[in-house]
């Protein structure tokens, strides 16, 4: 069992930033994909970023360089910076971990079904 638990969230004004976090319970985090996904209200949960094990990323077509995603494995922690944030990035921020191992490919590890652990989620509200 994999316990994933964020933080970070909060308001930012537009053009503003934040970063989450998502700290990992387990002692093999590090052989772990993680991913982001976010949920706005009357949504579906899409899609943000990802990072594999060996620390290769991909991310989403709305994110174009604005948001980070990176990883501490000594501190089993995932990361997302995010930058020039708009409000239509207001949303519940999840984190999610794929312990399987499959391939890492933006197709894969943009589909929910791929994951098998989920975060209570964050909340990140942008105003205008």
């Known amino acids: 069992q994999v316990q994933l638990v964020e933080s970070g969230g909060g308001l930012v004004q537009a053009g503003g930033s934040l970063r989450l976090s998502c700290a990992a319970s387990?002692?093999?985090?590090?052989?772990?994909?993680m991913g982001w996904f976010r949920q706005a209200p009357g949504k579906e949960r899409e899609f943000v970023a990802a990072?594999?094990?060996?620390?290769?990323?991909t991310w989403a077509d709305f994110v174009k360089g604005r948001f980070t995603i990176s990883r501490d494995n000594a501190k089993n922690t995932v990361y997302l910076q995010m930058n020039s944030l708009k409000p239509e990035d207001t949303a519940v921020y999840y984190c999610?971990?794929?312990?399987?191992?499959?391939?890492?490919?933006?197709?894969?590890?943009?589909?929910?079904?791929?994951?098998?652990?989920w975060g209570q989620g964050t909340q990140v509200t942008v105003s205008s």
């Open positions: 999610t971990a794929r312990v399987r191992l499959f391939p890492f490919t933006k197709a894969t590890m943009s589909a929910i079904s791929e994951y098998d652990y």
């Open positions: 387990g002692r093999t985090f590090s052989s772990y994909d």
């Open positions: 990072i594999s094990r060996s620390a290769s990323n």
